[in-house]
């Protein structure tokens, strides 16, 4: 790969190169994660996950495909497992603060981040269990509707629905069922709504009414604490499982202007004014959330809670490939750091897989060890860190690259944060919002002293072939080798950023491929045919020829529009101009033009286009730079500078409406008057034969653009 990307010629400083594999690497992060740790920013707790009891792992939301594991297609079930989870819900105020002083980044970017964090206001709400002293937490954004709840929810895996399981065959039978199902938002949202009475009451906070306590298919116990207060009246989840389940619907928002409400389909979800709510009655939904707080929080049933969407990263995977999470599991002192002086801990590359889980939960010569703190027999931790721990520092390591004394150094401070970052858009939850948290992190460390990692992100589509996203195991990956084998790398490289603007995906197209290797030639060929006119010289261009001077106009309009979009990385229109100016170096009105200004426009103008062109097609530019005497490397140059002399117009041409219609052009002195441009108007040939014979009522002069005569007859 190293080979393929040298010869498309890409600009890398190939001295800082770096592989996230290595435990040069990522000793690292295994030192940071050591280090938060011991600041209580890592802790270790049973967590469920998506397990594939074929290929013993954990698989993530998206991996699990109609409830079967996308690898091998075995039926996928919810598993309960120790896992380590780094608390990046400790800097979810702060992720969320920030993207306000982001203005470099997409706004889609930064609204999919502020969604996933998913800040909420509301209040966690205590249910009493009958004949328990147990309470049941409930988290709700709508505190005005608790007078309305029949029901609560709990998950599979709650300790309520175990203990109500463990004499009810029907009730364990559905919470294995649930075990089994798939948790993806997707999948949630379009799924069947199941749930099954556990027999179990909940006592209602406020009224002591009791209500019964559900096992719910839609109820996860990673989210909050596993159970929800179910208003049928306002939630059309809710709604449907009452109606399901035959629970009752008890309405308590009626709406603010009085209007009637038909709930006899569907739930009424709106704020509004509480009825039938006790002494709340009467309040507007605002108003109530505060009072029914106060009360709850007076009660001690409940407190004002800001809630987040975002959950604790879960860092810890089952799979042999990664890096060892660096701790020991002693039997006496529980998760025990490896010592510092012990790091890294490498992962052994001398394995035998047999198939089944991960060869070095089975190798004793690795996880047998004793622990730093008792001495005594313990083993190392045999899980391997989300890859993702890897992708979320690379950035600030090749800024401190070769220091192996500390994970950064002094040039990290210098160079961070990056000017420009890009990645696709398909990263903005989850590899982009680990790296805030992780630059984050190495900043309250003291390696950073900087609170963002990129200043300006661009977010770049995806190459599509045949309506696909190329993939290897799809077999519609295009071999940059032969590419570049059959028309060089700057024709491999200019369609690649003229097929479309860099935030949309690109359909990859031979045709396309032909179309940017015959420009390419075209300006190899003009240079070469025309080298001796291209070396030009000074030339006072008050003396040109009109045609002259439209050519060189037309050149630095298009070079002014290049610069902006260069700019906003719109490489694709930068790309058009630069085939506009060599359609206007090669028109035959320009050839026929006297040869000293001729050569002076070529000169100018070819120079401009190969420096517009060298950032896109640099081995091109850079061959003909030199051979055509402008300077010894193009690298070297100075950007192009539009002349604004040269964008005067001496005429300008104007549209001619009669009535609206467009019905001719004409040419006037960019400093004519008013009278002198309508005279020309009325005088145009075809203009003239539609307003013969009629009353002119009006005429209407937009400046540089028409003329519009209104008449009527």
């Not at 309250?444 to 045949?466: A, R, Y």
Request: hydrophobic share 40%.
């Amino acid at each position: 790969m190293r080979g393929q990307l040298k010869r498309l010629g890409f600009g890398y400083d190939w001295e800082r190169e770096l592989a996230t594999c290595t435990p040069e690497y990522y000793k690292w992060e295994q030192w940071l994660f050591t280090r938060l740790f011991e600041k209580g920013l890592v802790y270790k707790k049973t967590a469920p996950v998506n397990w594939c009891p074929n290929d013993m792992t954990v698989l993530a939301n998206e991996q699990v495909i109609d409830g079967c594991c996308w690898r091998c297609d075995t039926e996928v079930e919810r598993k309960e497992i120790p896992q380590y989870f780094m608390k990046i819900t400790d800097y979810a105020e702060e992720l969320l603060r920030d993207l306000d002083k982001m203005p470099g980044w997409p706004e889609q970017v930064r609204t999919m981040q502020k969604n996933g964090i998913g800040r909420s206001k509301g209040c966690e709400v205590q249910f009493g269990i009958e004949d328990s002293d147990e309470t049941l937490k409930v988290f709700t954004t709508r505190p005005d509707t608790l007078m309305g709840v029949t029901y609560v929810g709990v998950a599979a895996e709650h300790a309520l629905a175990i203990r109500a399981a463990e004499n009810n065959a029907e009730l364990a039978a559905f919470i294995d069922e649930c075990k089994h199902q798939e948790t993806s938002e997707a999948a949630m949202e379009t799924m069947e709504k199941k749930g099954m009475d556990t027999g179990l009451k909940a006592i209602h906070p406020l009224t002591g009414e009791q209500v019964p306590v559900y096992v719910a298919n839609f109820v996860l116990m990673g989210y909050g604490e596993g159970a929800v207060m179910a208003v049928p009246a306002h939630d059309q989840r809710d709604f449907e499982f009452a109606q399901k389940y035959k629970l009752p619907i008890k309405q308590v928002i009626a709406a603010a202007d009085g209007s009637e409400i038909d709930m006899s389909q569907a739930a009424y979800t709106e704020k509004g004014v509480l009825i039938d709510s006790a002494e709340f009655t009467g309040l507007s939904s605002k108003d109530a959330f505060g009072a029914i707080a106060k009360t709850l929080s007076e009660t001690n049933k409940g407190r004002v809670q800001v809630n987040y969407r975002l959950r604790d990263w879960g860092v810890s995977r089952q799979r042999y490939w990664g890096c060892p999470i660096p701790m020991i599991n002693c039997p006496t002192c529980g998760e025990v750091p490896v010592p510092e002086d012990q790091l890294p801990v490498v992962l052994p590359e001398d394995i035998e897989f047999d198939g089944v889980g991960s060869p070095i939960k089975k190798m004793p010569e690795f996880y047998e060890t004793s622990c730093p703190k008792c001495g005594g027999e313990a083993h190392r931790e045999t899980d391997t860190f989300d890859t993702f721990m890897e992708s979320s520092w690379y950035y600030a390591r090749f800024a401190s690259v070769g220091h192996d004394d500390a994970m950064l150094d002094e040039r990290a401070k210098y160079w961070l944060s990056v000017d420009q970052y890009v990645g696709g858009i398909e990263h903005a939850i989850l590899h982009l919002l680990y790296s805030r948290f992780f630059h984050k992190l190495m900043r309250d460390e003291g390696l950073v002293d900087s609170d963002e990692p990129f200043h300006n992100l661009l977010t770049q589509g995806m190459v599509l072939k045949d309506g696909s996203k190329m993939s290897k195991s799809k077999g519609n990956t295009v071999d940059p080798q032969e590419l570049v084998e059959k028309y060089g790398a700057d024709t491999a490289r200019l369609f690649m950023m003229f097929a479309a603007p860099p935030e949309q995906s690109l359909e990859w197209n031979d045709a396309g491929v032909d179309g940017a290797y015959r420009f390419l030639k075209r300006v190899w060929h003009f240079a070469v045919d025309n080298a001796e006119a291209l070396h030009g010289g000074t030339y006072d261009w008050s003396q040109a020829a009109d045609e002259v001077k439209k050519a060189r106009r037309e050149i630095h309009e298009q070079l002014k529009q290049a610069i902006v979009d260069f700019n906003k990385y719109q490489f694709n229109t930068v790309v058009a101009a630069c085939m506009k100016m060599m359609n206007t170096l090669t028109d035959s009105k320009l050839a026929e033009a006297d040869e000293s200004s001729r050569n002076a426009v070529w000169a100018e103008g070819f120079s401009i286009l190969l420096r517009l062109l060298s950032p896109i097609a640099p081995h091109i530019s850079f061959a003909l730079w030199r051979e055509l005497g402008y300077g010894d490397d193009i690298l070297y140059a100075s950007w192009p500078e539009v002349d604004e002399a040269a964008l005067v117009r001496d005429s300008i041409e104007l549209v001619i409406q009669v009535n609206g219609k467009l019905r001719g052009r004409i040419e006037v002195a960019a400093n004519a008057d008013k009278a002198s441009i309508e005279e020309a108007a009325r005088t145009e040939e075809n203009v003239a034969r539609f307003i013969a014979g009629k009353d002119v009522v009006k005429v209407i002069v937009v400046p540089g653009k028409l003329v519009n005569i209104v008449v009527k007859g």
